[in-house]
């Protein structure tokens, strides 16, 4: 038997995250088992671990091996939310990394034995996990499963967001909660591939943290002169596509009316529509829970939609995501490096303590789960 985590909401409003014994699973022909030794704790895992309940409310109980956290999810449109997934225990961890055990009958599979491996598929956050060897990716001679751990989500999404660009016609890009540890490897990208990319920070010391990294376009949303600044850099790199990871508010508006502005500084002759320029704003992240609003004052040739990973893969196909995927492990000391503030065990990720940090999704904050810790 094996540990694993999982969440379950029940139909009565509560949240109960838990360790549960699992058998240790047996691969299939083409697949391979892994033990986990590490797997970072990305915010769409968190929506996931906790769904919509109030953390303020969580209590801890069980025992020190096996503690149990619970908590109360809102009535009315927060419980609404989470039907899908009431009364369903689920396991958690998107990604991870460890080395191959035990392999299936395949060559693929076979060839695997033994390995360093990052995978994906979700229920990560685990000791041990089968997986089929398409959703893995072999790291390079010397890599550790720390340093593979995140190989798949934020590489990936970063490295989704230039193809996206590129592929519906835009020269760069603008990122929002660029401090993250997605945004550091966004802009390792742009700085290899010489792409102009506007930052969006939301506060001075992420600011000297991109400039640090070399960043050259870095607007603080705090500052008064914020949306002088966005326009200004705007105009200067002519980006017209951007991805936001608040998702509410108005800063998706803001971007989509200094896009405008930006363009419009170079019209040569007025339009009551609008630059004929297309403006794109994607929202892939929940960071500002409010509602989007935003003033229609960037004309009409606009878009504001949403922007996921997995859809994105699938889009493109796999031969395209296996090219993706290849960067990755070529640069995955250097473009692809991911930085924990501190490793956990499967058991303090229920520390109500560790909860209220790594809950925060703070720059700064992001935890690497080792569910062979304390084991």
């Not at 139909?11 to 033990?35: F, N």
């Not at 997986?131 to 010397?142: D, F, K, R």
Request: net charge neutral; proline share 5%; glycine share 10%.
């Amino acid at each position: 038997m094996a540990l694993q985590l999982r969440s379950l909401i029940s139909k009565s409003g509560q949240l109960e995250v838990s360790l549960a014994s699992v058998p240790v699973p047996a691969p299939g022909p083409d697949e391979v088992l892994i033990r986990i030794e590490g797997s970072p704790i990305n915010p769409s895992d968190l929506g996931l671990l906790f769904g919509a309940a109030d953390m303020t409310t969580a209590k801890a109980s069980g025992t020190p091996e096996r503690p149990v956290v619970t908590a109360t999810v809102p009535e009315g449109a927060a419980l609404r939310a989470m039907t899908a997934r009431l009364d369903e225990s689920m396991p958690v961890g998107n990604e991870g990394a460890g080395v191959v055990v035990e392999a299936g009958s395949s060559p693929a599979a076979q060839a695997l034995l033994g390995k360093t491996v990052a995978a994906i598929g979700g229920a990560m956050y685990a000791q041990y996990r089968a997986v089929p060897v398409a959703q893995t990716l072999l790291l390079p001679e010397g890599a550790t499963a720390v340093d593979g751990a995140s190989s798949f989500v934020n590489p990936l999404t970063a490295l989704g967001m230039v193809e996206t660009m590129r592929r519906e016609g835009h020269k760069a890009l603008v990122h929002t909660a660029a401090a993250s540890n997605l945004g550091q490897m966004l802009n390792r990208i742009c700085m290899k591939d010489g792409i102009a990319l506007v930052n969006i920070v939301r506060k001075p010391e992420q600011v000297d943290l991109l400039k640090g990294m070399g960043a050259k376009y870095i607007c603080d949303s705090s500052a008064p002169t914020f949306l002088q600044d966005l326009t200004g850099a705007l105009a200067e790199t002519g980006a017209t596509i951007a991805f936001d990871a608040t998702g509410g508010g108005k800063l998706g508006g803001q971007i989509l009316g200094c896009m405008e502005a930006a363009i419009n500084r170079t019209a040569k002759e007025y339009s009551r529509y609008g630059s004929a320029t297309h403006k794109q704003v994607y929202l892939y992240g929940g960071l500002d829970m409010r509602p989007t609003e935003f003033v229609r004052n960037f004309g009409m040739a606009w878009g504001m939609g949403g922007w996921l990973l997995f859809p994105f893969l699938n889009k493109i196909g796999p031969a395209a995501a296996e090219v993706l995927k290849q960067r990755v492990a070529s640069e995955l000391k250097t473009t692809f490096a991911s930085h924990y503030s501190k490793e956990i065990s499967l058991a303090e990720v229920l520390d109500l303590g560790t909860i209220a940090v790594y809950n925060q999704r703070a720059t700064g904050t992001k935890y690497l789960i080792n569910p062979a810790k304390g084991s």
